[in-house]
C-alpha cells in the first residue's frame, strides 16, 4: 500500500512520489517530475527549464554550437535566437583561409544577428571592394 510507495521512493531516490510542496518554483511543472535519479544518474528533462535558465546555459557556448541549437527544438531555437547570445563572434578561420568560406558566412542568418564580430588576424586571400562591403552592411551596434 502506501507504506510500499514511501519505501520504493526512498530506495529509487525518485521524486515523483513524494508529496508536493506548498509552494512550486515557476520552472516546476505541477503534478510532473522534472528532475529525477535512476540508475544514480540525474535525468533533467531539458525541455521544461524556463526561458531564462536555459539561455544562461547556452551563454556559455560558442557561436557555432549555439547555431546547432537552432535545430534541437522550436523552443531551444527562440531561445538561441536571442540577441545578448550573438553579442561578439570571432570570424571562423575557416573564413580567413578561403574567400569561398567567407562569403558563404554572410549569406547565412548568422551575420543579422550579431552585434559585434572580431577579426583577428591577415586573410590568406587579397581582400577587395566586395568583401568589405560584406563587411560593413552587417548591422553592428
Known amino acids: 500500500g502506501h507504506e510500499s ?3 520504493k521512493s ?7 512520489l513524494e508529496p508536493e510542496p506548498k509552494e512550486q518554483m515557476s520552472w516546476e511543472n505541477k503534478g510532473r517530475c522534472q528532475l529525477g535519479v535512476k540508475n544514480d544518474k540525474l535525468e533533467v528533462d531539458w525541455e521544461e527549464l524556463p526561458f531564462e ?3 544562461q546555459i547556452f551563454d556559455y557556448l560558442e557561436p557555432k ?4 541549437i537552432l535545430l534541437v527544438s522550436r523552443k531551444w ?5 536571442e540577441p545578448s547570445l550573438w553579442t ?11 574567400e569561398e568560406m567567407f562569403f558563404e558566412f554572410f549569406e547565412g542568418s548568422l551575420p543579422l544577428k550579431l ?6 588576424r591577415h586573410f590568406d586571400f587579397q581582400l577587395n571592394d566586395d568583401h568589405f562591403k560584406n563587411l560593413m552592411d552587417l548591422n553592428l551596434s
Not at 65 to 68: T, V
Open 10 to 16: 526512498s530506495e529509487s531516490n525518485h521524486c515523483c
Open 77 to 81: 531555437k527562440t531561445v538561441a535566437e
Open 115 to 120: 552585434q559585434g564580430l572580431v577579426l583577428n
Open 53 to 55: 535558465m536555459l539561455k
Open 88 to 98: 561578439w563572434f570571432n570570424l571562423p578561420e575557416k573564413c580567413y583561409k578561403k
Open 5 to 7: 510507495a514511501a519505501i
Open 65 to 68: 554550437d549555439i547555431r546547432n
